[in-house]
C-alpha cells in the first residue's frame, strides 16, 4: 500500500497544523493500525500517535500528549494528525506508517517504528519561535 502525507508547513509558536495521510488501497488501510512518526535532524525516529484499526484505542507520546490528535477515517482511507500549540521542538518530518494486525491490539505496542510495515515520504513541519 502506498502512503501519501501532507499538511506540513512552516508556522509560528502556537500554531495548530493537520497533517493527513492517505492510503491507496482500502482494504489494507482499514486492517492497519497507523502511526505518525517525526525525525528531526540527528535525531532517532520517534512515534508521536498512534492509533487502532477501529479508531477506538489511541497511544501519544508524553511530549505531545494534550497537544496533538490522531484520528481515522476508514472510509476515506485516510489518518489525521491535529496538531495544536506548536513549540519549536515539534519541527521535524512527520511520517505516516501503517502495519496490518489483528483486531484486539495493545497499542501503545505500536510506539515502535520497527513495527510497521509501509511508511509515507514526510510532510515537513517547520516551528519558528
Known amino acids: 500500500v502506498q502512503l501519501q502525507a501532507s499538511g506540513g508547513g512552516l508556522v509560528q509558536t502556537g500554531d495548530s497544523l493537520r497533517l493527513s495521510c492517505v492510503a491507496s488501497?482500502?482494504?489494507?488501510?482499514?486492517?492497519?493500525?497507523m502511526g505518525w512518526f517525526r525525525q528531526a535532524p540527528g535525531k532517532e525516529r520517534e512515534c508521536v500517535a498512534a492509533i487502532s484499526r477501529s479508531g477506538s484505542s489511541t497511544y501519544y507520546a508524553d511530549s505531545v500528549e494534550g497537544r496533538f490528535t490522531i484520528s481515522r477515517d476508514n472510509d476515506k482511507n485516510t489518518v489525521y494528525l491535529q496538531v495544536n500549540d506548536l513549540k519549536p521542538e515539534d519541527a521535524a518530518v512527520y511520517y505516516c506508517?501503517?502495519?496490518?494486525?489483528?483486531?484486539?491490539?495493545?497499542?501503545?505496542?505500536?510506539?515502535?517504528?520497527?513495527?510497521?510495515?509501509?511508511w509515507g515520504q514526510g510532510t515537513l513541519v517547520t516551528v519558528s519561535s
Open positions: 488501497r482500502r482494504g489494507t488501510f482499514s486492517r492497519s493500525v
Open positions: 506508517a501503517a502495519k496490518e494486525s489483528i483486531l484486539t491490539i495493545v497499542i501503545a505496542h505500536y510506539n515502535d517504528y520497527r513495527k510497521y510495515d509501509y
